[in-house]
């Protein structure tokens, strides 16, 4: 298996709602990323788990809530999010955070997240 | 914070012509990466360049890193539509533990 796998593909909610992306991969990597990309940007660094525990977090606001369950699932959990939110969320993973740098990152397709 | 530049920022060209874009910095990164990227899906690794001079070929795609380990250029040599895509470079310093994407080239290319 070779994949990083996102789900939902898509998700329209609400500025009060409580909603959770997810990621898995089994490849066995070691370090796992969120990423947020608007249209015609490049992705944007959110946050960045090593061995599941949090490594960096990039000053992101508080309604944006990550977690690692285990070292193949990464979830991000969204409350009370606003509508400049809307953006694709892309999770990705790569054998280690410095090893990324060698061997690179596998993307999920992403989330399209729409806030309404 | 470390920046990339790429340039040209779009490019639209017919079936069978050549391009080639570029990648430039001030920081020295240990190694640079090319990744692309269709509508609605995640980026696709290309190739990593990790040696100063190193040129990679990927059928019709051509990688170089800059001797100075700052800047580097991704040649397509007979773009076909399906090379039509975000192409990101994104730069690793080995002070850092995470890559810095650059802002991307928009390639179209048309039949």
């Known amino acids: 298996d070779t994949e990083v796998t996102q789900t939902p593909k898509h998700l329209v909610m609400g500025m009060t709602n409580k909603k959770s992306l997810k990621c898995e991969q089994h490849m066995g990597h070691r370090a796992m990323y969120w990423y947020k990309q608007k249209a015609k940007k490049p992705p944007e660094l959110m946050f960045v788990y090593s061995y599941e525990k949090l490594s960096i977090n990039e000053s992101v606001p508080s309604r944006f809530s990550p977690e690692c369950p285990n070292s193949s699932l990464l979830n991000l959990h969204l409350h009370a999010l606003q509508p400049e939110d809307s953006a694709l969320y892309l999770c990705?993973?790569?054998?280690?955070?410095?090893?990324?740098?060698?061997?690179?990152?596998?993307f999920g397709s992403g989330t399209r997240l729409t806030v309404v | 914070t470390q920046l990339l530049e790429q340039s040209p920022q779009f490019l639209s060209i017919q079936e069978g012509e050549n391009l080639t874009v570029y990648c430039n910095s001030s920081?020295?990164?240990?190694?640079l990466q090319w990744y692309r990227q269709e509508p609605g899906e995640g980026p696709v690794l290309l190739v990593t360049v990790v040696t100063g001079g190193e040129v990679k070929k990927l059928k019709r795609l051509t990688f170089q890193f800059g001797d100075a380990r700052k800047d580097s250029s991704l040649h397509i040599t007979a773009a076909q539509p399906g090379d039509t895509g975000l192409y990101l470079c994104a730069g690793m310093n080995s002070g850092y533990s995470t890559l810095t994407f650059g802002k991307g080239t928009m390639l179209l290319v048309s039949p």
């Open positions: 920081s020295v990164f240990s190694s």
């Open positions: 990705a993973s790569s054998q280690g955070i410095r090893t990324g740098g060698v061997h690179g990152y596998t």
